[in-house]
């Protein structure tokens, strides 16, 4: 099981305001979309069609076809997604898709989607499907996941600020300068909380895309 959330965009809106979203009243049965190749999948980026070609994908899976109508497509990724579907199916391309192609678009570049996975083999597999489709839209990266050292991890995610460069700068522009030089982040929970309570400059405040992979081993 997989759920996919954006980040609130209006600021200040009281949480009880927030209406239900109806998609486990209501789930949509993927069983009633058909499959269709690559290359026929509407307003997808030609970029994006030639990386999954070259990775050997022809045609989606049902699940991948319905996400991308339900993100990219009329929902316009304007609402939560839970996506149940057996291992094997192609959940992680599912979300994996619609989220690099919306953020192709970003002018700046920081931390705007998080994917969490309860172990490190099932993040690796997962950022091995992003690192063949986010580069050739020139997004970056990166994982947190205690393969490596919490500082080489630091390295990949941090940049170093102007005010090490040039100390003359002002507090309060460097503090408004976005340190993430990653656009994509998938992690496992203990190391995206270390990142979180120990890491200068780590913050997860221009996150706009969520994902709870495996949420049923969370």
Sequence with gaps: MVTMKMKELEDGV??????????????????????????SLP?????????????????FF????????????PGAFQRDICINSPTGSGKTLAYALPIVQALSTRKVRCLRALVVLPTRDLALQVKEVFDAIAPVMGL????????SSI?????????????????????EYVEMEPQTKVDILVATPGRLMDHINMTKGFSLEHLQYLVVDETDRM
């Design 43 to 59: 307003r997808l980026d030609p970029r994006l069609a030639e990386a999954l070609q070259r990775m050997g994908i022809e045609s």
């Design 62 to 73: 049902l699940v991948q076809v319905s996400t991308w109508l339900e993100t990219i497509g």
């Design 14 to 39: 009281p949480e009880e305001c927030v209406p239900h979203l109806p998609w486990m009243r209501h789930p949509v049965d993927i069983d009633s979309f058909s499959g269709c190749p690559v290359t």
């Design 151 to 171: 500082a080489d991890e630091i390295s990949d995610l941090i940049k170093k600020s102007k005010q090490e460069l040039y100390p003359s700068l002002d507090d």
């Design 140 to 147: 970056t990266v990166a994982s947190a996941i205690g393969r």
